[in-house]
């Protein structure tokens, strides 16, 4: 994937015709007013899209918002093995449904909840303009948030400059490096019940924060991630990180990650990066009180990657709930350069062993050190003998990187003194004092 693909956003309630791409690749994503329904990769002479196709993505799209919406057919759908949800009626099935368009309708009806409850923290490293972005986006929600904090984790407090731009932001500085700090003196500084987080390279969808409050109070979840649509793909790095390397998982359908997930995973070390992304996930201020908060030995800034899905381990290992909803959207800038993306990948899977290693060491499940042993050099040689046969050569760079990210990772088997500091399962009083500061 080499060339750039031209990203076009397709509402199917008003397409009547497809006008096609501006010249090239495009990647098309289909929407009914602002529910998100799929995506289509194309090359320039599959384009446009005849009207029959259109009506048939249209019902295909339908018909699996409506087995996996509908109440009446079995759902909210929880997600087994490999995160997928198992539906609770067939496809040909729903096809054959009556008033799909009717049922379309209903789910893409935008969220009218207050977002007053909500925080929303993005924290920030020397990308003041990708900030700027990121913020614009965040104000111009239709459900204004209750609170908006930028933390600013650069060691001089450049962002502080771009803040100034935008009323009511509040500024957290925060020099110590590295994104569970970050994230952690977010919390600390946010004073309502949901705590939403995004990044500084993403932007947010206009009814973002509004689907956020929808989603806590119709489901007594804990923890919510949403969808993760690229913002552009205007080169080769940024095309094979969503294409190749499957982005950050473009899955069009809601469900919940609880006990049942966590237990058919768990002898394989639960897959926890299954549930989402880090920029964009909320939670319940109770999460923080229950459980602790972001473990600081991980992220970006320090062993690479993995807090987040660090956290939702916990979060399910002791009985919570966590909720993939996607038509909570935000768009994310992939680097755009392929040493900036295999230095991504050294860095998540350099991050993916340490949080393995903490995970077993919080809860003495083996399957998270089956998988550093035995799981990932067996996918290492996988890919290896695929690239070698069928795959782009640029895979086995990228393959190179994840390799030396897993060799990196290993040190921390033998860190006994990083390995003793766990995040303990604090009681809910000390969260509350500390959060309260």
């Not at 729903?94 to 368009?101: D, F, K, Q, S, V």
């Not at 060691?155 to 935008?166: I, K, L, M, W």
């Not at 600390?188 to 990044?199: G, H, K, M, P, Q």
């Not at 040493?339 to 899977?349: F, N, S, V």
Request: with cysteine; net charge neutral.
């Amino acid at each position: 994937m080499t060339e750039r693909f031209d990203i076009r956003h397709i509402d199917l309630a008003i397409a009547d015709a497809d006008a096609g791409a501006p010249g090239g690749r495009a990647l098309s994503v289909f929407w009914w007013k602002d529910l998100p329904l799929g995506t289509r990769a194309s090359l320039q002479e599959e384009l446009p899209f005849g009207i029959s196709l259109l009506r048939q993505l249209t019902a295909e799209y339908a018909a699996r918002q409506l087995e996996a919406r509908a109440v009446m057919l079995g759902a909210p759908l929880r997600a087994t093995y490999e995160g997928w949800a198992k539906p609770a009626i067939s496809l040909a099935s729903a096809l054959e449904a009556e008033n799909l368009i009717e049922s379309l309708e209903e789910f893409a009806t935008a969220s009218s909840v207050a977002a007053d409850d909500i925080s929303v923290v993005i924290c920030t490293r020397d990308r003041g303009p990708a900030l700027a972005e990121c913020l614009s986006s965040v104000v111009a929600q239709r459900g204004t948030p209750g609170e908006i904090i930028v933390v600013d984790n650069s060691r001089d407090g450049n962002a502080r400059s771009v803040c100034t731009e935008f009323p009511d932001i509040r500024y957290v500085h925060e020099p110590r490096a590295g994104l569970s700090r970050a994230r952690n003196a977010g919390i600390r500084a946010s004073r309502l019940n949901i705590v939403a987080f995004t990044d500084d390279d993403v932007e947010v969808h206009p009814g973002w924060t509004a689907e956020i409050a929808r989603a806590f109070a119709e489901r007594d979840v804990e923890a919510l991630t949403g969808l993760v649509l690229p913002a552009r793909l205007d080169t080769g790095a940024q095309c094979y990180f969503e294409f190749a390397m499957g982005g950050f998982g473009t899955t069009f359908i809601p469900r919940t990650f609880g006990r049942q997930f966590f237990e058919e995973t768990r002898p394989h070390g639960a897959h926890v990066w299954k549930i989402g992304a880090g920029a964009n996930m909320a939670f319940r201020r109770s999460v923080f009180e229950r459980l602790g908060l972001f473990d600081e030995r991980l992220g970006a800034g320090a062993a690479g990657c993995s807090e987040d899905s660090e956290l939702w381990y916990r979060l399910l290992a002791t009985g919570g709930e966590c909720l993939y909803e996607p038509r909570a959207v935000v768009f994310h800038h992939h680097r755009s350069d392929w040493p900036g993306l295999k230095r991504q990948m050294k860095a998540y899977m350099k991050g993916h062993v340490a949080a393995l290693i903490v995970q077993h060491d919080n809860f003495g499940d083996r399957g998270n050190i089956v998988r550093v042993w035995t799981q990932l050099p067996a996918h290492f040689a996988k890919t290896f003998l695929k690239t070698l046969f069928e795959g782009s050569p640029g895979r086995l760079g990228i393959l190179a990187a994840e390799i030396k990210g897993w060799l990196a990772g290993l040190q921390f088997f033998l860190r006994f003194g990083w390995r003793k500091q766990q995040v303990p399962m604090r009681a809910a009083t000390a969260i509350a004092k500390e959060t309260a500061r």
